[in-house]
């Protein structure tokens, strides 16, 4: 099947060949309307733009990249650590970017990021994406990696763990410790691996016959969050969060309150950061191996052998672990 070109994108948009050129490196040079045919073409023909001669000479296959849903995150902080150690060993760099939770943006970084002909990619997430740039890195023959989650059907490999399992798990430890109201706190609007947690949650409550609370808030921090869900918690007797960041902020709210953690309410986070063990009480939570998730990631984008390795193992789950301490 003969690659589309740049000349079959402008057919299609209906534009000249210079305009998509234009419209690939300088995006905000080109009418919003245009811009828009420009790129719906580029995804119907499924193009991948080509680098200058001289940017291949100096990049090709010395990059490796990585998309995240967000920078401000901290859990994917220590997985793209340990992406730019590893890419220092090898004598590469790494290109990162964030969709901010958009499909579309997904799309568009994808196409961008293909263009430096990088050796692999990172996903941190399942859903960063719309079917065009899922497409294209079908089509692109390079190491694929989906992180941090477990993805059914990968396009390379996915190495994660089950965010709907470690919840459930931590909602289990709850109700065996006798807590028979349990809440969930979390960001509106409720998107990707915040939705399988809560899955996790509810269905431990619904197999022991328990109702659920969720508490969904609309801040613009997540320890504004926790804080703001403390004073809709109710009588509830125990509080799962959906990330420490939020467990800190209920932890506070309870605290303005005079209710007392674990004694009236149990408070347990997600993600294990650091802030997690100096709190006061310090925050029992769901640690996940984020470390472990880049590294493994950068070791396959490494790997002269990628191919056979990702027909050996597709998915990879590398579990998660509830630390125990004092809020709950």
Known sequence: MQRPTLRDVARLAGVGAITVSRAIRQ??????????????????TGYIPNQSAADLARGAGRTIAAIVPTLEAPYFAAGLAALVERADVAGASLSIGQTLYDPARGDRLVV???AARPRGLVLFG???MGASGRSALERADIPVVEAWELVPAPIGICIGFSHAAACQAMTERLIAAGRQRIAFAVRAPVLGRAAQRIQGWRAALTHAGLPDRLVAIAEPSAYAVGSAAALQLGDADAVLCSADTVAVGVLGGLARLGRRVPEDVAVVGFGDLDVAAVVCPRLTTIAVPTQAIGAAAADHLFDPDWRDA???ARV???????IERESG
């Open 27 to 44: 995006p905000g040079t080109v009418a919003p309307d245009t811009l828009a045919r420009i790129e719906a073409a580029i995804a119907a």
């Open 316 to 322: 990879r789950d590398f579990g998660f672990q509830i």
């Open 310 to 312: 990702a027909a050996a």
């Open 112 to 114: 961008a990021m293909l």
């Open 126 to 128: 399942g859903d960063l």
